[in-house]
Nanobody, 121 residues
């Protein structure tokens, strides 16, 4: 069974930093895209940062220069370093993997359970 397990959320003051991590558990053959999404109360889920299998990285405009996504293919992990956090960054952050092929050749498009990030003084 393939699962995404996130960690690293919490409460931080404006201007502070947090690092989110996501580990893909299970027997994996390959993964295309690994992404971070977020959903604030009353808002739609939005793509925050993506890291493709071709090493293409993209960010939503509001986090450019503050957030950095990184990926370790050997460990099947993706991380999101968040600096200079703002109250508007408050949301539940979700890890997402698309185009995941497990050792049985099955295709997965899978989400983590989400981790709360709260930016408040």
């Amino acid at each position: 069974q393939v699962q995404l397990v996130e960690s690293g959320g919490g409460l931080v003051q404006p201007g502070g930093s947090l690092r989110l991590s996501c580990v893909v558990s299970g027997s994996i053959f390959s993964i295309d895209d690994m992404d971070w999404y977020r959903q604030a109360p009353g808002k739609q889920r939005e793509l925050v940062a993506s890291f493709s299998s071709g090493d293409l990285v993209n960010y939503v405009e509001s986090v450019k220069g503050r957030f950095t996504i990184s990926r370790d293919n050997a460990r099947n992990t993706v991380s999101l370093q968040m600096n200079r956090l703002k109250p508007e960054d408050t949301a539940v952050y979700y890890c997402h993997a698309d185009g995941l092929i497990d050792d049985k050749g099955r295709y997965w498009n899978i989400w983590g359970q989400g981790t709360q990030v709260t930016v408040s003084s």
